[in-house]
């Protein structure tokens, strides 16, 4: 009776300090929850969800502060893909926060613009070079489609573009049989 | 079944053991009638709009202005980066416009082409033919690119890339598709049977390029007259014509492959990696073209067949529109839609007046009458019939239904993307379901989503190095004025020690701000500089002179 405590007692002993030793030198840094929420959201960094950015509001909802239908730019399909990992029900996105928009980029009208600088530093992606007194234009392909550029220019010279389908970025449609009249 | 060159003659050939890849189906060919004419060519049309974009990967820079003018083979679009191929005009005219057109692409959507007026004169541009063992792999492969060269069984894949022999150094086997198993093309056929020459000269150069041991063509036993053509033209060479038995999809790079080689390309891998590179006899041809001639890639040849009255093959500058082309083989009156590609793979064209590019291997012409609208889909009854024809192997129901309910992860772990679209599991279905079209719907959702993500890890990247910098630079100034008021904190202790020093503890911003006012009530105090300071000295007797005048005449002196 005695030796089998023991043997127990030896064996528990040895495995918690087996899993203690795990749980510092495997240690995953932040929070998986976070990163996999983070990693569904658009990063468009627009604000619109009441967060400071699409980390904090991954942050919120991991901790239940935020609902999950806060993010215009994910709009239906990033909803549906955070209900699926958190085990929600999907439902729609909330007005409150906005309404989903097709992306488009900023445009900077070049003959306006007084080289304030004011967009550069609201652009949440450094998406905008220029200089003080120069003109300054938007990088389309770093451009996310924010829109915290256009209120803080005092000449109102930035407008959004909504992006064109190309070739190369045309979608094959959904098949549906399209019923035709018998002749 | 007789198959030539397997059979006779007896020695060499014996040896070459055929394999089977698995399901395929057996659709009427219907090609006998395009191949009773010889190629033709067409007269210059009126216009040619040559699209930038032919190929797979990135659209070409233009070279030229609209008015320009330009003559045949003229380089008017360069690759851009080295997954991209260059554009060259088809024949000597004027640019009189480059401007978004319609593509002959399922879209239906415009790109940048350049519309070119021909002055009928077909005058070439300076062309230099280079000499292959004088330059390096790399020079050869860019010299490709720079002639425009892409595959033309109707993928349209740089060749230049594939043309790369590899860390290996060389690639064992160079197998040439001549098997053109899709009904109504006969392209291929036709240009075996009349220049089986120029395939056999591309077809030595790629092998050289590529250090390959081991040269096949494979050509589908239903076109015995471009085997026998094949044969007399490879007399003597260490090329190999092999007939294959005709089964759609026996052109299909890795079915081609399989029977040739048994080599069983697995999910996911290319066949490089087996040591096997596979190219279409056309682009053989245009290889042969581009390093003896100096000819870049400007036409290629087209079948016309369907609703037409006689159908053939032509030899199609870029930029002509198909309408043109199908003119000339007398279309029938209720001919209601061209597709590009055959009855299989093709799709439809979005305009009768789209140019011909370099995929395009056949202009089909149909009727509802010739091609009547599928019957109603009905639910899929999970009878696996499809997985029993698919060449590759999928189980092509799974990938339906995933593909319905845009499930894409799951398509994908099925291996979505090795379906080669081949349109056998569409063929078979029992219950006519347009399963292709899931697939290519499916894919480029996949596609669209995979943009998405690489713009939103970019997006997630620049935002932190953003928060990051905004976060040192708060702090590197916060230092920067910590040790300042720390330096005047000191300064003020050692110059005046008594009563500035206690206020300097208590509020270091004050003293630093009472120190700057003392600094700049001395500096006043010492110097009251006038405009008149600087000024050389004989300016200043001058003024000097004017002054003692002034006084002399009674006011005052002026204030400072
Ligand atoms: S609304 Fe969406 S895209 Fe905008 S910051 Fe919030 S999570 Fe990011
Ligand atoms: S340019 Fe304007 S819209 Fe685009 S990311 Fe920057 S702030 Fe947002
Ligand atoms: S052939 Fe058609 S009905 Fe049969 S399993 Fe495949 S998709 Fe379903
Ligand atoms: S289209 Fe794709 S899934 Fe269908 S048979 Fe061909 S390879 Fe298989």
């Given at each position: 009776?005695?030796?089998?405590?023991?043997?127990?007692?030896?064996?528990?002993?040895?495995?918690?300090?087996?899993?203690?030793?795990?749980?510092?030198?495997?240690?995953?840094?932040?929070?998986?929850?976070?990163?996999?929420?983070?990693?569904?959201?658009?990063?468009?960094?627009?604000?619109?969800?009441?967060?400071?950015?699409?980390?904090?509001?991954?942050?919120?909802?991991?901790?239940?502060?935020?609902?999950?239908?806060?993010?215009?730019?994910?709009?239906?399909?990033?909803?549906?893909?955070?209900?699926?990992?958190?085990?929600?029900?999907?439902?729609?996105?909330?007005a409150e926060n906005g309404v989903e928009k097709p992306k488009a980029v900023a445009f900077i009208g070049e003959e306006t613009c007084i080289g304030c600088t004011l967009c550069i530093q609201a652009c949440p992606v450094d998406a905008?070079?220029?200089?003080?007194?120069?003109?300054?234009?938007?990088?389309?392909?770093?451009?996310?489609g924010c829109e915290l550029c256009i209120a803080p220019c005092p000449v109102d010279c930035i407008t959004m573009e909504t992006i064109p389908e190309t070739v190369e970025t045309w979608k094959w449609r959904y098949p549906v049989f399209?019923?035709?009249?018998?002749? | 079944?007789?198959?030539?060159?397997?059979?006779?003659?007896?020695?060499?050939?014996?040896?070459?053991?055929?394999?089977?890849?698995?399901?395929?189906?057996?659709?009427?060919?219907?090609?006998?009638?395009?191949?009773?004419?010889?190629?033709?060519?067409?007269?210059?049309?009126?216009?040619?709009?040559?699209?930038?974009?032919?190929?797979?990967?990135?659209?070409?820079?233009?070279?030229?202005?609209?008015?320009?003018?330009?003559?045949?083979?003229?380089?008017?679009?360069?690759?851009?980066?080295?997954?991209?191929?260059?554009?060259?005009?088809?024949?000597?005219?004027?640019?009189?416009?480059?401007?978004?057109?319609?593509?002959?692409?399922?879209?239906?959507?415009?790109?940048?082409?350049?519309?070119?007026?021909?002055?009928?004169?077909?005058?070439?541009?300076?062309?230099?033919?280079?000499?292959?063992?004088?330059?390096?792999?790399?020079?050869?492969?860019?010299?490709?690119?720079?002639?425009?060269?892409?595959?033309?069984?109707?993928?349209?894949?740089?060749?230049?890339?594939?043309?790369?022999?590899?860390?290996?150094?060389?690639?064992?086997?160079?197998?040439?598709?001549?098997?053109?198993?899709?009904?109504?093309?006969?392209?291929?056929?036709?240009?075996?049977?009349?220049?089986?020459?120029?395939?056999?000269?591309?077809?030595?150069?790629?092998?050289?390029?590529?250090?390959?041991?081991?040269?096949?063509?494979?050509?589908?036993?239903?076109?015995?007259?471009?085997?026998?053509?094949?044969?007399?033209?490879?007399?003597?060479?260490?090329?190999?014509?092999?007939?294959?038995?005709?089964?759609?999809?026996?052109?299909?790079?890795?079915?081609?492959?399989?029977?040739?080689?048994?080599?069983e390309v697995p999910h996911g891998k290319r066949s490089t990696d087996f040591g096997v590179q596979c190219f279409n006899v056309g682009t053989a041809c245009a290889v042969h073209e581009a390093l003896d001639y100096g000819r870049p890639?400007?036409?290629?040849?087209?079948?016309?067949?369907?609703?037409?009255?006689?159908?053939?093959?032509?030899?199609?500058?870029?930029?002509?529109?198909?309408?043109?082309?199908?003119?000339?083989?007398?279309?029938?009156?209720?001919?209601?839609?061209?597709?590009?590609?055959?009855?299989?793979?093709?799709?439809?064209?979005?305009?009768?007046?789209?140019?011909?590019?370099?995929?395009?291997?056949?202009?089909?012409?149909?009727?509802?009458?010739?091609?009547?609208?599928?019957?109603?889909?009905?639910?899929?009854?999970?009878?696996?019939?499809?997985?029993?024809?698919?060449?590759?192997?999928?189980?092509?129901?799974?990938?339906?239904?995933?593909?319905?309910?845009?499930?894409?992860?799951?398509?994908?772990?099925?291996?979505?993307?090795?379906?080669?679209?081949?349109?056998?599991?569409?063929?078979?279905?029992?219950?006519?379901?347009?399963?292709?079209?899931?697939?290519?719907?499916?894919?480029?959702?996949?596609?669209?989503?995979?943009?998405?993500?690489?713009?939103?890890?970019?997006?997630?990247?620049?935002?932190?190095?953003?928060?990051?910098?905004?976060?040192?630079?708060?702090?590197?100034?916060?230092?920067?004025?910590?040790?300042?008021?720390?330096?005047?904190?000191?300064?003020?202790?050692?110059?005046?020690?008594?009563?500035?020093?206690?206020?300097?503890?208590?509020?270091?911003?004050?003293?630093?701000?009472?120190?700057?006012?003392?600094?700049?009530?001395?500096?006043?105090?010492?110097?009251?500089?006038?405009?008149?300071?600087?000024?050389?000295?004989?300016?200043?007797?001058?003024?000097?002179?004017?002054?003692?005048?002034?006084?002399?005449?009674?006011?005052?002196?002026?204030?400072?």
């Amino acid at each position: 009776m005695l030796s089998a405590l023991i043997v127990m007692a030896g064996i528990a002993i040895v495995l918690g300090a087996a899993l203690g030793y795990a749980s510092i030198h495997f240690k995953v840094e932040g929070d998986p929850l976070v990163e996999k929420i983070d990693a569904i959201l658009p990063q468009t960094q627009c604000g619109q969800c009441g967060f400071p950015g699409c980390r904090p509001y991954a942050d919120a909802i991991s901790k239940g502060d935020a609902d999950i239908n806060q993010c215009p730019p994910g709009g239906e399909e990033g909803i549906r893909k955070l209900a699926d990992l958190l085990g929600r029900e999907v439902k729609p996105l909330n007005a409150e926060n906005g309404v989903e928009k097709p992306k488009a980029v900023a445009f900077i009208g070049e003959e306006t613009c007084i080289g304030c600088t004011l967009c550069i530093q609201a652009c949440p992606v450094d998406a905008i070079i220029g200089a003080a007194k120069q003109m300054h234009t938007v990088v389309p392909a770093l451009c996310t489609g924010c829109e915290l550029c256009i209120a803080p220019c005092p000449v109102d010279c930035i407008t959004m573009e909504t992006i064109p389908e190309t070739v190369e970025t045309w979608k094959w449609r959904y098949p549906v049989f399209t019923i035709r009249q018998a002749a | 079944m007789a198959l030539p060159g397997l059979h006779d003659p007896p020695g060499r050939l014996t040896l070459m053991k055929l394999f089977k890849f698995n399901g395929g189906v057996k659709p009427e060919t219907h090609k006998d009638a395009s191949t009773r004419l010889p190629i033709a060519t067409l007269p210059l049309p009126e216009r040619l709009t040559v699209p930038l974009h032919q190929s797979i990967g990135g659209t070409p820079r233009p070279l030229v202005r609209a008015g320009q003018r330009v003559l045949k083979g003229q380089r008017i679009g360069a690759a851009d980066g080295n997954v991209s191929a260059a554009i060259h005009a088809p024949t000597s005219g004027t640019i009189v416009a480059l401007e978004p057109a319609l593509m002959p692409h399922a879209s239906g959507l415009a790109a940048l082409s350049a519309v070119i007026v021909p002055d009928g004169e077909d005058a070439w541009a300076p062309v230099t033919p280079v000499d292959v063992r004088a330059l390096s792999g790399g020079e050869l492969r860019d010299y490709l690119r720079d002639a425009g060269v892409v595959g033309m069984g109707g993928a349209v894949f740089p060749s230049h890339l594939k043309l790369n022999p590899g860390r290996q150094g060389k690639v064992q086997t160079l197998i040439v598709n001549g098997a053109e198993c899709e009904p109504y093309i006969t392209c291929d056929d036709m240009l075996m049977r009349e220049r089986p020459e120029t395939v056999v000269r591309g077809t030595l150069l790629m092998a050289q390029i590529l250090g390959a041991e081991r040269v096949l063509v494979g050509i589908e036993d239903n076109k015995p007259e471009a085997v026998a053509a094949m044969e007399a033209a490879c007399r003597g060479s260490r090329i190999q014509v092999v007939p294959v038995p005709t089964r759609y999809p026996a052109g299909g790079a890795k079915q081609l492959i399989r029977v040739l080689t048994g080599i069983e390309v697995p999910h996911g891998k290319r066949s490089t990696d087996f040591g096997v590179q596979c190219f279409n006899v056309g682009t053989a041809c245009a290889v042969h073209e581009a390093l003896d001639y100096g000819r870049p890639l400007i036409s290629r040849i087209v079948t016309v067949a369907g609703n037409v009255s006689t159908p053939r093959n032509f030899e199609v500058l870029f930029g002509t529109p198909m309408s043109e082309v199908v003119r000339t083989a007398l279309p029938r009156p209720d001919t209601n839609r061209y597709l590009m590609g055959g009855p299989m793979m093709g799709f439809p064209m979005p305009g009768f007046n789209v140019p011909v590019v370099k995929a395009t291997n056949c202009i089909l012409v149909a009727s509802d009458a010739l091609f009547p609208p599928p019957p109603p889909e009905m639910p899929c009854i999970r009878c696996g019939e499809c997985a029993k024809a698919c060449p590759a192997d999928l189980a092509p129901f799974e990938l339906y239904w995933f593909a319905r309910a845009h499930n894409f992860g799951k398509a994908q772990e099925y291996h979505l993307f090795d379906c080669i679209e081949c349109g056998c599991c569409t063929y078979v279905c029992p219950s006519h379901i347009p399963l292709v079209d899931y697939y290519r719907y499916a894919k480029s959702e996949i596609w669209a989503r995979e943009r998405d993500k690489e713009a939103a890890d970019q997006a997630r990247t620049r935002f932190e190095f953003r928060n990051d910098r905004q976060e040192r630079e708060k702090r590197e100034k916060a230092e920067k004025l910590a040790a300042k008021a720390a330096e005047t904190k000191a300064r003020l202790a050692e110059t005046s020690p008594d009563a500035p020093a206690a206020t300097a503890q208590d509020d270091p911003k004050k003293a630093l701000i009472a120190a700057a006012l003392e600094r700049a009530r001395q500096q006043k105090a010492a110097v009251e500089p006038r405009n008149t300071d600087d000024l050389p000295p004989t300016v200043q007797t001058e003024i000097a002179e004017i002054d003692a005048r002034r006084q002399a005449s009674g006011p005052a002196e002026p204030s400072a």
